[in-house]
């Protein structure tokens, strides 16, 4: 779901000012990138997908929007605490058409951001990159039979080792202007289909959804710098996959998105769609994961998020809810959400908010703590 | 002090013409100064714009000769940079056919998604201004371009544009207005900007890329690699053929040309300030001499010399300041008519801009106020110095105008003054100032010989006219009484004369060279190319099935291949992107060229072997070349060594050129045939022919391809040249124009000093229509001399313009100088009109005036 709205926002990224992504900009962005209403020549998702691992971890080019999300809570051995987030978007600027003779000749791209949360060293790094899939400047391939998955983006890719099951191992890279990460993760939690068997109804009309399935707590470790200082770190992270066609409904203009992983085994996903008259879009939805991996659905009828307090960039060119508390009746938790830095804002392209957060509070009257990732997107205004 | 000042402004109002035609004269030169400046630098800026809304904020430009960078290379330096710190383009020249004169477009194509740093009005963070992103990268031939362009082009959003590149009909789509900051937006005035795909497609390079710009600091490098560990790794990722330069030490084409231009104009700008001096210094001369008595008297008072000279170089510097401001404002007003042909002189080598503004730089026309001011100060020296000089006892011995041994003192300047102008003028090289000086010494000697001329040439009048009525011999005799006074002006006139002869008797004699040239290296009958300017025929390639055609036409008894391409030489002082031509030619062909200087046999073996090149005069001059030597070519393989056979004679390319043979080029790179010379049977009309060989081509292939006889190629490189040199023509008649000012002024103030001397004839009973005689017949004579005495001196100067300054500025030598007849008989008639001019006014006056009037007034 979450990033959808990121792709919007990337084309609405025009908007100096970064306003919300709203109906007018919205169809300005969709000239940019041939919006919701080209979709003719695109494959739609409208049925629950047969999905067959690991050849679905691969691109879905008939789709004209997809990515591969990766966030994650690491430690080095000596406590330092880091956050990191890798995701590479696939976007199709045109269906396939007839073969061009250029070496650069594309009809999709790349978008990809990485980011590092140094906790103790309370800095906050983010970089994208962009490239056309053309040449080896950017790629997705496989798995197939012999060519493990890889996914890269300029200096940037994700790739499956060898020896694993075509796409996990998985070895991220990237390096920034004042950051870099090696990073390997394995095998962990079986993944859960969302929504209706992996299809992700995203507004009343029909084919508007995505085939969406998440790797909720898979372990990760390598190597990060950061200040110039390399440490070696572990920990669990999260992977999203999700391909679609469409886009955001009009209406709505701004979402919050959470990824948590309880110390209890579970972990709990939500996201919470904002409307443009301030109101939870209906269609917004969430599971929670028990520890052998069965999940639930949740619906806007048993979680409430609320936010607490404001933290403004500052530029002042946006405002953010400063920490959240989601409560659910059943199943029941209540949790308090706090960032682990204020400024985990990506100032790219795109401006959102996408960082590390700790997690404490009660599941099933239970104290509970935990670690995670939340996304807030929509909340950047004029000055 | 100030009551010295307002007696001065009491003079010069009562001598108001005088005053207002020195100020002119200030202003004509100040004038042409500010306006060749201002011309200049609005096309340098453009193209500078230019260069920049293509480099964007590079450190650093790489380009890799004919061949390009393939795009793997490309590719895996982006991986070891990060995607911050490249962006590639690719570009063409397109035609757009039949839209007359301005239908030539540079098509850049670039990759927004990675111009983000680089080029930030393509990225797709560029606000509104954003790129349709994706109808660019997906649509074939989707362009954008800026709003006044495409009102130029009469195209609007979702319209198709049916181009030409390289003569192949191609159609672009536009599907966008880019509307960047302004200034980026003025390097844009002429592009259509494509995807990188596209500009490959159409440039035929599709594995290629033409060059990279690159950012090399650390605010785009990924963490832990320096610019310099980057830049090895550019040199590594690139290979030996790529070149990777740091921006700013990258010289345009336009800077070479340009430069031609500016040593030209200068030069020219430089004369006209030295006659706006004349006038000055006669100006003040005058006002010192008609105020003598008055200083006089102040001195008997006790006013100090000092003070009166200061009054008088304050005068010197007021005048100058008025006559420079208001020179700064009509040299814009001048700018207008330069720009012109300066701009589509540009066009004829380079392509394409466009100009309708001249930018008004402040600091331009500042250095022109300052520039006529000083010189305006400096001329007014002279007469400060006397009128600090006036001893009180003057008052009561009135004087004339004080004459000083005037022959004696002309060649004691002149002969020091031509010695160290021919010293200086011989051993110039390629030193510039050497050549400015050289030229001040040498019209210093002419200034100094002008009172000895005039002498000798009135002597001779005198006896001539010896028969002739008393008011004639008056007129003669009288100029010859007062030829010391009436030196300077004459001298002055003689100059700006001087220069027009000069200039024109450059250009004539140019022109004369480059024709006897073509005539000598247009052996063969029918040329074959693409059509377009120097910079697009180098990478515009005949099609195969083109040459195929031509190969097999009927009646073709000799063909001669040309490939024509650049690549980064390096040699003597000098290193650049140099165009390099590979021959095939028929022996005709190749017996053709002209040497400077050396065996034409060894020259021929050595092209032909491939083991030596031809370099053009220009190119040798520039860089210091002679046979013998070795150029250093860079190529995909690495640096090769490239000896010097010959230097040989060329005048269409000033930026210079290497021929070589065929096969050392295949050996090097692969680069296409841009251009064929065929020879006919013996007994072949050729206009006949040249219509079968077109009907040939088109038939055999889409390509728009340019067959011209012999006849019609000389005619359109005449014509180029033509256009090349109007700007000098322009800048000719403003010199005429500073002249014309300057004999008026001068001689009409000369002719109002005559009051005295006037009345006197009227009261000896001279008629007011013999007093007419008397005034229009000496200013006739005296522009009569000017006109004159500027032949020879215009000759001397055309000849170093042409063998100094012209060597220096476009390395060519000139076959032979000659003085054209025209131009001789433009400048004595125009000589002559202005001083008839001159006289009328004080003729009237005097015509008019009761004698006892005329003789109170002095």
Not at chain 1, 43 to 66: S, Y
Not at chain 1, 323 to 341: D, H, K, N, Q, Y
Not at chain 2, 538 to 552: F, G, K, M, N, T
């Amino acid at each position: 779901m979450r990033t959808h709205g990121i792709l919007l926002a990337l084309l609405l990224a025009a908007c100096t000012e970064r306003e919300l992504p709203n109906a007018e900009h919205g169809l300005g962005i969709a000239d940019v990138l041939g919006g919701a209403e080209n979709a003719a020549g695109f494959a739609r998702a409208t049925a629950p997908p047969q999905l067959q691992f690991p050849r679905d971890h691969g691109a879905h080019p008939d789709f004209r929007t997809e990515w591969w999300y990766v966030t994650g809570n690491l430690d080095a051995a000596d406590g330092h605490r880091f956050g990191v987030q890798l995701v590479f978007f696939r976007q199709a600027l045109a269906p396939a058409g007839a073969p061009r003779s250029a070496a650069l000749a594309a009809r999709e791209m790349v978008l990809a951001h990485a980011a590092v949360t140094d906790v103790d060293g309370k800095v906050f790094h983010a970089e994208e990159r962009l490239e056309r899939i053309a040449a080896g400047l950017a790629e997705v391939r496989g798995p197939a039979p012999g060519e493990p998955f890889r996914i890269v983006c300029a200096d940037w890719s994700a790739r499956a080792a060898a020896g694993g099951d075509g796409f996990l191992p998985l070895d991220l890279r990237a390096t920034g202007r004042e950051f870099a990460f090696a990073l390997r993760i394995g095998p962990g939690k079986p993944l859960v289909l969302q929504g209706d068997r992996g299809l992700s109804q995203k507004s009343d009309a029909p084919g508007n959804a995505s085939i969406y399935y998440s790797m909720t707590r898979l372990p990760i470790a390598g190597t990060i710098t950061s200040q110039g200082v390399q440490r070696d770190v572990s920990g669990q992270c999260w992977i999203d996959r999700e391909w679609s066609t469409s886009a955001l409904g009009p209406q709505q203009v701004g979402w919050d998105w959470f990824s948590l992983q309880l110390d209890s085994g579970e972990e709990l996903m939500w996201y919470r769609l904002r409307r443009r008259d301030g109101s939870v879009d209906p269609w917004s939805r969430g599971c929670l994961i028990d520890a052998a991996g069965q999940a639930t659905t949740l619906t806007p009828a048993q979680v409430q998020a609320t936010p607490a307090g404001t933290w403004s960039a500052q530029d002042g060119c946006a405002t953010y809810p400063a920490s959240w508390r989601l409560v659910g009746a059943a199943p029941e938790f209540a949790l308090e959400i706090t960032p682990l830095l204020p400024d985990q804002e990506l100032r790219t392209l795109v401006r959102y908010w996408e960082g590390a957060v700790a997690v404490r509070g009660t599941r099933v009257g239970k104290p509970v703590t935990g670690r995670g990732y939340l996304e807030m997107t929509g909340y950047t205004h004029a000055k | 002090m100030k009551l010295l000042l307002r007696q001065g402004l009491r003079h010069h109002q009562r001598h108001a013409l005088q005053t207002l035609l020195t100020v002119l004269g200030i202003a004509a030169g100040v004038a042409l100064l500010c306006a060749m400046q201002l011309a200049q630098r609005t096309a340098e800026h453009a193209f500078e714009l230019g260069l920049q809304a293509v480099a964007g904020s590079a450190s650093h430009t790489v380009t890799a000769g004919p061949e390009g960078l393939p795009v793997a290379s490309y590719v895996a330096l982006r991986a070891r940079l990060g995607g911050r710190a490249v962006a590639p383009s690719v570009s063409g020249i397109v035609r757009v056919p039949g839209r007359g004169e301005r239908t030539v477009l540079r098509a850049l194509g670039i990759d927004p998604l990675a111009d983000v740093e680089l080029r930030p009005w393509s990225s797709p963070a560029a606000g509104e201004a954003a790129l349709p992103l994706g109808e660019m990268l997906t649509r074939p031939g989707a362009f954008v371009a800026t709003a006044p362009l495409l009102a130029r082009l009469g195209v609007r959003v979702g319209d198709e544009l049916r181009v030409t590149m390289g003569g192949r009909p191609l159609v672009a789509h536009c599907v966008g207005t880019i509307a960047p900051a302004p200034i980026v937006a003025a390097g844009l005035a002429d592009v259509l900007v494509v995807d990188i795909a596209t500009a490959q497609e159409w440039t035929q390079r599709t594995d290629r890329i033409d060059r990279l710009d690159l950012r090399l600091d650390v605010e785009v490098l990924p963490d832990g690699l320096t610019p310099a560990a980057a830049l090895a790794a550019v040199a590594e990722e690139l290979g030996p053929g790529a070149h990777a330069v740091a921006v700013g030490m990258h010289q345009g084409g336009l800077a070479q040309l340009a430069r031609g231009f500016r040593i030209n104009l200068r030069a020219l700008c430089l004369l006209s300030l030295l006659v706006g001096a004349f006038l000055v210094h006669e100006t003040m001369r005058l006002s010192v001499v008609a105020r003598r008595r008055s200083f006089g008297v102040l001195r008997a008072l006790g006013v100090q010399g000092g003070a009166l000279g200061r009054v008088v170089a304050i005068e010197a510097g007021l005048l100058g300041l008025i006559g420079s401001a208001a020179g700064a404002l009509l040299g814009i007003a001048f700018a207008h008519l330069l720009l012109e042909p300066l701009v589509r002189t540009l066009n004829d080598h380079y392509a394409t801009f466009e100009l309708q503004r001249v930018e008004v730089d402040p600091l331009v026309l500042a250095v022109g106020v300052v520039l006529g001011c000083a010189v305006a100060v400096l001329a007014g020296l002279g007469p400060a110095i006397a009128a600090s000089r006036v001893p009180p006892r003057d008052v009561l011995v009135p004087q004339r105008h004080a004459a000083q041994s005037g022959r004696h003192r002309g060649w004691r300047i002149a002969i020091p003054a031509a010695a160290l102008a021919y010293g200086l003028l011989i051993t110039t090289g390629d030193r510039l100032p050497q050549a400015y000086v050289g030229i001040l010494a040498m019209l210093v000697a002419a200034v100094a010989l002008v009172p000895i001329a005039m002498e000798l040439g009135l002597r001779g009048l005198g006896r001539l006219v010896g028969g002739a009525g008393p008011f004639v011999r008056y007129v003669v005799r009288s100029t010859a009484t007062a030829r010391e006074h009436l030196a300077l002006p004459v001298a002055a006139m003689v100059l700006a004369l001087a220069t027009t002869i000069g200039l024109a008797s450059l250009v004539g004699s140019f022109r004369d060279s480059v024709t006897g040239w073509l005539l000598q290296v247009l052996p063969a009958d029918v040329y074959v190319s693409v059509p377009g300017g120097v910079d697009e025929r180098v990478r515009a390639v005949l099609e195969p099935a083109v040459i195929q055609a031509l190969r097999q036409a009927p009646e073709v008894a000799g063909l001669s291949t040309y490939q024509r391409t650049r690549m980064s030489v390096r040699g003597g002082r000098g290193e650049g992107e140099i165009d390099i031509c590979g021959m095939a030619p028929t022996g005709e062909v190749l017996r053709s060229f002209a040497f400077v200087g050396n065996d034409q046999r060894t020259g021929r073996d050595a092209l032909l072997r491939g083991t030596g090149a031809w370099v053009s005069e220009s190119l040798a001059f520039r860089w210091g070349l002679s046979v013998g030597e070795v150029l250093v070519v860079r190529t995909a393989k690495g640096p090769v060594d490239l000896p010097i056979a010959a230097v040989h004679r060329d005048y269409s390319n000033e930026r210079g050129e290497v021929l070589v043979g065929a096969s050392w080029l295949d050996a090097q790179a692969q680069v296409g045939v841009t251009a064929i010379a065929l020879q006919a049977e013996p007994g072949t009309e050729v206009e006949p022919w040249v219509l079968q060989l077109r009907a040939r081509t088109a038939a055999a292939s889409e390509q728009d391809v340019q067959i011209r006889s012999q006849n019609e190629l000389r005619t359109s490189s005449l014509a180029i040249f033509d256009r090349t040199f109007a700007i000098t023509g322009v800048m000719r008649l403003l010199c005429l124009l500073v002249a014309f000012f300057g004999i008026y002024a001068a001689f009409a103030s000369l002719q109002l000093e005559r009051g005295a001397e006037i009345g006197l004839l009227r009261c000896l009973g001279a008629r007011p229509r013999q007093i007419g005689f008397v005034v229009l017949g000496q200013t006739a004579l005296l522009g009569l001399c000017a006109g004159l005495l500027a032949i020879p001196v215009g000759a001397l100067l055309g000849h170093v313009l042409a063998n100094v300054i012209n060597r220096v500025s476009f390395g060519w030598s000139l076959a032979q100088v000659e003085v054209p007849a025209s131009a001789v008989a433009e400048v004595i008639a125009l000589a002559v009109l202005a001083a008839l001019a001159a006289g009328l006014q004080p003729a009237l006056r005097f015509a008019r005036m009761r004698p006892a009037d005329a003789l109170r007034e002095s």
